[in-house]
């Protein structure tokens, strides 16, 4: 196991991902926990987090810390969050999921883990949940809205200045019938209003005409 060259916290194994499990013995979805030298590892699928997936792909902004707080818009059942959760060990995660059935499950993960806290909420009214989230580090956002980048933006006032936003844009939930890169190109003029772009990563293979953004607050 060899440390990633972006974070001391990621580890590489056999070209694999993985995280220092926060709650040893404990999966989150399907994967495989390995032991070594007396701490044990999570194995981080591609196929199942966009982060993995630009990180393979040359993900080069990576300011997450072992003290970093998070908002993570669309946290769904909390794969990607549960290894962010691993990263940030004395950070905290604010996890907003709208779906019931799917947060459910993001419920049960956030009760083994100390770091995560669970929000049944809408993200495109950051107002509903203005009450509870402090200012973060970084928002990470995967949300297949339309009007995404305006979400984005929206929840930009929990950002810290000069924080870092991460957003996984899904061409075909923008627009079905055009091209992946005409819709790319139009989300990134559209964050440029708000945000200082470091890096652009296709995802694919791991994800089909998916992109991910990353910028920092102006």
């Known amino acids: 196991m060899k440390a990633h ?9 056999e070209d694999w991902l993985h995280t ?21 590892y999570r194995s981080w699928n591609p196929y199942k987090s966009k982060l993995a997936a630009g990180l ?6 990576f300011p997450f810390g072992v003290d970093t707080t998070v908002l993570y818009l669309g946290a769904a059942s909390g794969t990607t969050a549960s290894h962010i ?15 019931p059935r799917t947060a459910r499950e993001l419920v049960y993960t956030c009760e083994k883990r100390k770091n995560m806290l669970p929000l049944l909420k809408d993200a495109s009214q950051p107002e509903t949940y203005a009450d509870v989230v402090t200012q973060v ?16 933006e929206r929840n930009c006032v929990f950002l810290k200045e000069k924080g870092y936003a991460f957003i996984c844009i899904k061409s075909r939930s923008i627009d079905v019938a055009a091209e992946p890169a005409s819709v790319f190109k139009k989300e990134v003029k559209l964050l440029r209003t708000f945000l200082d772009i470091q890096e652009r990563i296709p995802l694919d293979p791991y994800e089909r005409d998916h992109l991910m953004v990353v910028g920092r607050r102006m």
């Open 5 to 13: 060259s972006v974070s001391s916290d990621i580890f590489v194994e």
């Open 56 to 61: 393979l792909n040359g993900l080069q902004t």
């Open 85 to 99: 959760s691993d990263i940030c060990s004395k950070g905290l995660l604010f996890c907003v999921e709208f779906s």
């Open 20 to 40: 220092r499990n926060l709650v040893p013995g404990e999966r989150v979805y399907t994967e495989k926990l390995v032991e070594e030298g007396g701490v044990e």
């Open 137 to 152: 580090d970084i928002i990470y956002q995967d949300i297949a809205q339309p009007n995404q980048s305006e979400i984005l």
